[in-house]
């Protein structure tokens, strides 16, 4: 089996890999094996084919780097409790001093403890500073 056989064969094998795993990395191998395989046609010597794989993956990766940061974004939404996090809401039953209440966040009731460990009455408007547990940790908004 020649040279440029191999070379491909181990770029096909890789590109394969690809499919089942993220991060484009045996992409980057796949593609600089088979673009090696074809130079390996007119360049002979183990070491050069060597060095040219190894410089020809390197670009790529930097490339699909690039592209794919473009492609996954960076910002995104909280999901599930994440979610309440600086949400707003109001308390339906008063949160004593180191103790539980209850505050109606977007037509939820949770249980609720004051951030500052003070006294919220009820009707007072609060913001979800933390979640912990099964409880929402939150403090009065100032008017």
Sequence with gaps: MSAWMIWVAIGIICVII?????GFLFLSFGFGAIITGLLSLIINGLAWQILIFAIITFCIFILMRKFS??????????????????????VTDEIPK???GHVKIGGEEWSAVSSD????????????DKIEGNKVMVSPIDN
């Design 98 to 100: 180191d103790g539980r």
């Design 69 to 90: 940061t473009k492609l996954i974004s960076k910002e995104y939404e909280q999901t599930n409790v994440q979610a309440l996090i600086r949400k707003k809401g109001k």
């Design 117 to 128: 460990h003070k006294k919220i009455q009820i009707d007072t408007r609060v913001i979800v």
């Design 18 to 22: 690809e499919i089942f795993t993220p």
